[in-house]
């Protein structure tokens, strides 16, 4: 079993439509990233988190560190969104620094 | 602007060369990273270095080597290319921070085949 897990790994939606992305994950962590990659370009990190809820623009992601949970949330999705949406944890103790991360989720949004 | 790159974009190499993947970014953090991407395994640590004459082996280091002589470059060498090692390779940065590590930043990526 992965230390992180994201769900679902695949996601069509229609333009619109409100989005969730899920991670869970099974190691005590200092921080989460929630990390976009669109077709052939390179890794973007979206959001770096540690308690709570950040928000930018239709962008919205939580954290849950009790239950160790984090979700990505689109509102009002559009066709530029569709990307792969990967969840990374900075581990603590000796892991420090370095990212585990899930498999990913493919996203495609149709107009 | 502060940023990663990584050089070159693509690169098609034969079975047995020795390849290295450049580097550089402008942050001057001091934590930098090398992953690899496949299909079916997300992304894996290769090698990674916390400083200055600083490196460290990752889960996936067998047939790669890094140095770090300056704050600026993690260059990653593939001593004798196999094909396994035909992949997407990101170079990361990051720095640390009072409360634990910072935010990291990626380069564009590096596909490489190995034929």
């Known amino acids: 079993k992965n230390e992180v897990e994201q769900s679902p790994q695949n996601l069509t939606a229609q333009e619109g439509e409100f989005i969730t992305i899920n991670c869970s994950y099974s190691?005590?962590?200092?921080?989460l990233h929630w990390l976009q990659q669109h077709p052939g370009g390179g890794i973007v990190s979206l959001f770096m988190l540690s308690s709570g809820k950040k928000k930018h623009g239709r962008l919205i992601a939580t954290i849950n560190i009790q239950e160790k949970h984090s979700s990505l949330h689109i509102t009002a999705s559009h066709p530029r969104d569709s990307a792969v949406y990967i969840c990374a944890v900075y581990a603590g103790g000796t892991s420090y620094g370095k990212l585990t991360f899930g498999q990913g989720t493919i996203l495609t949004v149709h107009p | 602007d502060a940023e990663i790159t990584q050089s070159p974009r693509h690169k098609i190499t034969e079975t047995g060369r020795q390849v290295t993947l450049a580097c550089h970014q402008t942050?001057?953090?001091?934590?930098m990273f090398w992953y690899r991407q496949d299909l079916g395994h997300g992304l894996r640590l290769i090698h990674y270095?916390?400083?200055?004459?600083?490196?460290n082996k990752g889960e996936v280091s067998d047939g790669y080597s890094v140095s770090r002589s300056n704050t600026e470059d993690l260059p990653l060498t593939l001593e004798s290319a196999a094909s396994s090692q035909t992949s997407v390779y990101f170079c990361?940065?990051?720095?640390?921070?009072?409360?634990?590590?910072?935010?990291?930043?990626f380069g564009q990526g590096t596909r490489l085949t190995v034929v």
């Open positions: 190691v005590g962590i200092s921080a």
């Open positions: 270095s916390y400083g200055v004459q600083d490196t």
């Open positions: 990361a940065s990051s720095e640390f921070q009072p409360l634990g590590p910072g935010k990291a930043f």
């Open positions: 942050w001057n953090h001091n934590n």
